[in-house]
T-cell receptor
Framework: KQEVTQIPAALSVPEGENLVLNCSFT??????LQWFRQDPGKGLTSLLL?????REQTSGRLNASLDKSSGRSTLYIAASQPGDSATYLC????????????FGPGTRLSVLP | EAQVTQNPRYLITVTGKKLTVTCSQN?????MSWYRQDPGLGLRQIYY???????DKGDVPEGYKVSRKEKRNFPLILESPSPNQTSLYFC??????????????FGPGTRLTVL
């Protein structure tokens, strides 16, 4: 059964720092991996989607990488801002398209002004 | 605007009183799914549907029912709610398997309290 973990569970950094969030999964047979952010009490906003055949995706200050063979993905946030404060979740989809999604527990990020 | 909508957004009910949470998407997506989010347990999938009339259990299906009679709608039914179903519920959708880019889009969430 697929298990997804995220390290660290919480992170507090001063504004302007570059940071890396980590996501690990136990079964490398995935269809894709998606990163989300969630603000307190709100829904999930999609940040980046990486297909299993891809190594990385970039959107603005965000860069996500995928190493399927080692079961790892990282989300890199450049020049962090207070508005980046949120919980970041990664989710993997099994390589059988019909399989369900499995989410990690999230990393709670605080960017201090 | 492309979106996933859920209703109601907030619901307080009592044990045993049947309820339905509706979910609708306007993106012609084939795949739809329901999740619950609980502190310390994260997001867990309840049911999913790959297309009309095709549904399957996720990780925590007990106590829930779903139906997919139309492509755009995927209601979540609690026939006899219990307090342990108090949670934050999310509906999500994504394009079909034939599409190369299968990003999952989420609704705003429904906060359910069962007394």
């Amino acid at each position: 059964k697929q298990e997804v973990t995220q390290i660290p569970a919480a992170l507090s950094v001063p504004e302007g720092e570059n940071l890396v969030l980590n996501c690990s999964f136990t079964d490398s047979a995935i269809y894709n991996l998606q990163w989300f952010r969630q603000d307190p009490g709100k829904g999930l906003t999609s940040l980046l989607l990486i297909q299993s055949s891809q190594r990385e995706q970039t959107s603005g200050r965000l860069n996500a990488s995928l190493d399927k063979s080692s079961g790892r993905s990282t989300l890199y946030i450049a020049a962090s801002q207070p508005g980046d404060s949120a919980t970041y979740l990664c989710a993997v989809r099994g390589d059988n398209y019909g399989q369900n999604f499995v989410f990690g527990p999230g990393t709670r990020l605080s960017v201090l002004p | 605007e492309a979106q996933v909508t859920q209703n109601p957004r907030y619901l307080i009910t009592v044990t045993g009183k049947k309820l339905t949470v509706t979910c609708s998407q306007n993106m012609n997506h084939e795949y739809m799914s329901w999740y619950r989010q609980d502190p310390g347990l994260g997001l867990r999938q309840i049911y999913y549907s790959m297309n009309v009339e095709v549904t399957d259990k996720g990780d925590v299906p007990e106590g829930y029912k779903v139906s997919r009679k139309e492509k755009r709608n995927f209601p979540l039914i609690l026939e006899s709610p219990s307090p342990n179903q108090t949670s934050l519920y999310f509906c999500a959708s994504s394009p079909g398997q034939s599409r190369s880019y299968n990003e999952q889009f989420f609704g705003p969430g429904t906060r359910l309290t069962v007394l």
